[in-house]
């Protein structure tokens, strides 16, 4: 048999090695560009749908691939800072706040 000698894992392109990379381009191999697009549409879309069904919604605002972005990052951060429930990652109790997580998007826009 064969040994394998390929690099394993995630590859960067463009980037000579893994210590080249950044945090965003390790999340841009697993949510590329595109894929933050068509969610944006989709989710849109849906709330669209939402509002033609059950009423206008004052406090919607049409999401970004910007905010896509950031609301996939909190929930990455989520499943590795877990707390017993979501409304603590906005707490404004010391032993429970996550700064990162409050300047990057509001409880409700989340």
């Given at each position: 048999m064969?040994?394998?000698t390929?690099?394993s894992?995630p590859?960067?392109e463009g980037k000579v090695?893994?210590?080249?990379?950044t945090?965003?381009?390790?999340?841009?191999?697993?949510?590329p560009l595109?894929?933050?697009?068509?969610?944006v549409?989709h989710?849109?879309?849906?709330?669209?749908?939402?509002?033609?069904?059950?009423?206008?919604?004052?406090?919607?605002?049409e999401?970004?691939?910007?905010?896509m972005?950031?609301?996939?990052?909190i929930n990455?951060?989520m499943?590795?800072?877990?707390?017993?429930?979501t409304?603590?990652?906005?707490s404004s109790d010391?032993?429970f706040?996550?700064p990162?997580?409050?300047?990057t998007m509001?409880?409700?826009?989340?």
């Amino acid at each position: 048999m064969r040994e394998f000698t390929e690099q394993s894992g995630p590859q960067l392109e463009g980037k000579v090695d893994r210590a080249t990379g950044t945090l965003l381009d390790y999340f841009f191999i697993l949510f590329p560009l595109a894929l933050l697009q068509l969610l944006v549409v989709h989710t849109n879309a849906y709330a669209t749908f939402c509002m033609a069904r059950d009423g206008p919604d004052s406090s919607w605002a049409e999401v970004t691939e910007t905010e896509m972005g950031a609301f996939l990052s909190i929930n990455i951060l989520m499943g590795i800072v877990q707390m017993p429930m979501t409304d603590m990652y906005w707490s404004s109790d010391m032993f429970f706040e996550l700064p990162g997580v409050q300047m990057t998007m509001t409880r409700n826009r989340y």
